[in-house]
């Protein structure tokens, strides 16, 4: 599990997964500890459309065969997303300022945050208490990322607003 200051709300996630799902068309596997299995299973429900989990199901080598098929990962940033780097998925990366050293390299990528003056505060846990870095990044945005990003590894064009 990602330190607290690294995650994304499970509603964001769940309002994202429903509009790649049901506007694009994409597959939603979420992937996950043992542990995050119930949360993986309350986002699903609260998404409301056809999403598969492989919480707890996957060995490390099955998890990277995973991301190696997918054509994009979406992900806080968390181990996941250097594996993506690894074997070459592009990545959305949802990506808490709390250190700026260790976002996606060598693949195509959008990382996305809101600028906060604590910024780089190095902190698993946020000091002000209110994770502003990622609770301000809106479900649209990731939306659109994954859009603009999955277009562009496409070769094609961007797609607008959905």
């Not at 994954?146 to 959905?162: N, T």
Request: aromatic letters at 4%.
């Amino acid at each position: 599990m990602s330190a607290p200051s690294r995650q994304y709300s499970p509603a964001g996630f769940a309002e994202a997964a429903r509009q790649l799902a049901a506007e694009d068309g994409l597959q939603v596997v979420f992937t996950g500890s043992k542990q995050e299995a119930a949360l993986v299973e309350q986002i699903r429900e609260q998404a409301g459309v056809a999403t598969l989990s492989a919480a707890g199901q996957l060995d490390l080598a099955e998890l990277g065969g995973l991301i190696e098929a997918a054509p994009l990962l979406l992900s806080n940033n968390t181990g996941p997303v250097h594996i993506a780097a690894a074997v070459g998925t592009p990545v959305v990366d949802l990506y808490a300022l709390t250190n700026p050293q260790h976002t996606p390299w060598g693949v195509p990528n959008r990382v996305l945050n809101h600028d906060v003056p604590c910024k780089y505060c190095y902190k698993s846990v946020c000091p002000q208490g209110h994770h502003n870095c990622l609770r301000l990044v809106t479900p649209q945005e990731i939306v659109q990322a994954v859009r603009d990003l999955l277009a562009e590894v496409r070769g094609a064009q961007p797609q607008k607003g959905g």
